[in-house]
């Protein structure tokens, strides 16, 4: 059973910094594109950043600037370098992995971030 875990949440705060890290208990052959989606308290999960196997990066508007995600092929690992951090960035915040196939997508169990003002 493929697994997500996730490791780098916690308490800061603001203006503070954390990583989070996810690896991915698959080959990244099998993934297309990895990332991070957030959910907070009482809102939708929205999509933070995404990385595809060839670099190619998106992010949320919110996030631009202050955010930034990476990828180790090698070690079936995706990081985000989370600065500037604001109340608004507390959530949960859950790995994802798009596999190539079947068709369909991986999750993390979430890590919890939250930023104190």
């Known amino acids: 059973q493929v697994q997500l875990v996730e490791s780098g949440g916690g308490l800061v705060q603001a203006g503070g910094s954390l990583r989070l890290s996810c690896v991915a208990s698959v080959s990244s052959f099998n993934i297309n594109t990895m990332g991070w989606y957030r959910q907070a308290p009482g809102k939708q999960r929205e999509l933070v950043a995404g990385?595809?196997?060839?670099?190619?990066?998106g992010y949320a508007d919110s996030v631009k600037g202050r955010f930034a995600i990476s990828r180790d092929n090698a070690n079936n690992a995706v990081h985000l370098q989370m600065n500037s951090l604001k109340p608004e960035d507390t959530a949960v915040y859950y790995c994802?992995?798009?596999?190539?196939?079947?068709?369909?997508?991986?999750w993390g169990q979430g890590t919890q971030v939250t930023v104190s003002s």
């Open positions: 994802f992995a798009d596999r190539v196939t079947p068709s369909g997508t991986w």
């Open positions: 990385i595809t196997r060839s670099g190619n990066t």
